[in-house]
């Protein structure tokens, strides 16, 4: 039976560790040795790289432990095996196990893999530690791995660790990914204490630099998502003080998010403010107006607005119209809705199905009967050329 050290003084002793052999290289294959001297040089695909857990555990086997289709010929000691994970490991595993992960030259895939079966099993306690050792030696993980372990962590609502994994991810990559957002305002959920929330959006600036508004924008947009609206505008408010200043991108963030809430009135402040600190509203800021002004029924601002956006350089499009139409036709001046539905069409806007149908119901409700049959044969007859739910999209927001 192949022994994996010398037995002494009650404890297993390494004595192969000098032999752990380098991890595969990018497309190259691996070189795979044997510990009595032999070396032999092994070519894998593609597919059998890294991924495949692609290193030679040497630990003074008496023959070559062979890396090939997904199998390390070592079961008691192989890395997808659960006692090498498992908090229930005898202490030879264990002491093999720390010597293991602490050995420089184990790469990032190989911790890659030993994270992922961590989060698996739920196995998170030595997350924290495992991450202050990646720091110290340089080693960073795949974006994928920091998103599963961000999102481990925010399901058991640990926030200390999701924020050190969320530091470690924006400290190593320079663009993030919705998911990893996502999973970090999930942490913060069932808490309202903003003490560590400020602690960390300091220090993720200071880690960030250039790019700090832009994480603080994502940040925000994610709290905002998860209808996290103090901490979202708690955020905000500090932007300033840690020399972030907000943006349009910013601002279109906070209207959007307080409009959904029917904050009406907190968003008709957002607005004064961004135009004080010299931000100018684009289309968006407008529609997210007159929408959530349309649906709280506040029909006198949504005039006021229409006025404002008259008299600037912003062009009404497709949804701006959508609001104005039912909301002055809801108000019953149905005149101004009909000026503004020949308005659109002037200007190569094609109405959609609903617009007609909403100047169809108001003329009805006034009782311009004819006039509502004759916008009823219109429709009818131009209904190919209408304007369909991928025209009401939004445009993406940077």
């Given amino acids: 039976m192949a022994a994996l050290g010398q037995l002494g003084n009650g404890r297993l002793r390494l004595c192969g560790l000098k032999r752990l052999v380098s991890v595969a290289r990018a497309a190259k294959g691996v ?3 044997d510990v009595r001297g032999r070396g032999t040089r092994r070519r894998l695909s593609p597919p059998h790289r890294v991924r495949e857990a692609s290193i030679l555990l040497g630990f003074g086997m008496g023959s070559s432990l062979l890396v090939g289709a997904g199998k390390i010929w070592n079961p008691k000691f192989d890395l997808r095996q659960k006692s090498f994970y498992s908090t229930e490991a005898s202490p030879d595993e264990v002491e093999v196990r720390d010597n293991f ?29 495992l991450l202050v050792t990646l720091h110290e030696k340089g080693v960073f993980l795949d974006l994928k791995t920091y998103n599963l372990l961000l999102a481990a962590a925010s399901e058991k609502g640990e926030i200390n ?11 190593s990559h320079e663009y993030l990914s919705s998911a990893s957002y996502l999973a970090l305002a999930k942490a913060f959920l069932k808490t309202s204490d903003c ?45 300033n003080g840690l020399k972030c200043k907000p943006d349009l991108f910013t601002c279109n963030t906070i209207l959007d998010m307080l409009g959904r809430a029917g904050s009406v009135d907190e968003m008709l402040y957002e607005f004064a403010a961004m135009k004080e600190a010299s931000i100018a509203p684009d289309i968006l800021s407008y529609n997210t107006l007159l929408n959530s002004l ?9 005039e006021a607005i229409l006025k404002e956006m008259e ?14 139409i039912e909301t002055f036709g809801r108000s019953g001046n149905i005149d101004q809705s009909l000026r503004l539905f020949s ?15 909403s100047l169809i119901n108001n003329l009805k409700k006034m009782g311009k009967v004819d006039l509502a049959m004759t916008l009823a044969e219109e429709m009818e007859s131009s209904i190919s050329e209408l304007a369909g739910p991928q025209d009401f999209k939004p445009k993406k927001r940077r």
């Fill in 31 to 33: 070189l795979l040795e």
């Fill in 101 to 129: 992960l602490n050995d420089p030259r184990i790469s990032g895939e190989i911790y890659s893999v030993h994270i992922v079966k961590l989060c698996k099993d739920g196995n998170l306690s030595s997350i924290p530690e």
């Fill in 161 to 171: 660790m999701s924020c050190q994994v969320f530091k470690h991810l924006v400290g």
């Fill in 195 to 239: 003490t560590k929330l400020l602690k960390f959006i300091k220090e993720v600036v200071e880690l960030t630099l250039h790019r700090s508004s832009i994480i603080l924008n994502r940040i925000i947009l994610s709290f905002a998502e998860s209808r996290q609206i103090d901490k979202a505008l708690f955020v905000f408010n500090h932007m």
């Fill in 294 to 302: 349309r649906k709280a029924g506040r029909f006198d601002m949504c």
């Fill in 311 to 324: 008299g600037s350089s912003v062009e009404p499009d497709l949804l701006t119209y959508t609001a104005l």
């Fill in 343 to 357: 308005e659109m069409k002037l200007r190569q806007i094609r109405p959609s199905l609903y617009i007609y149908r």
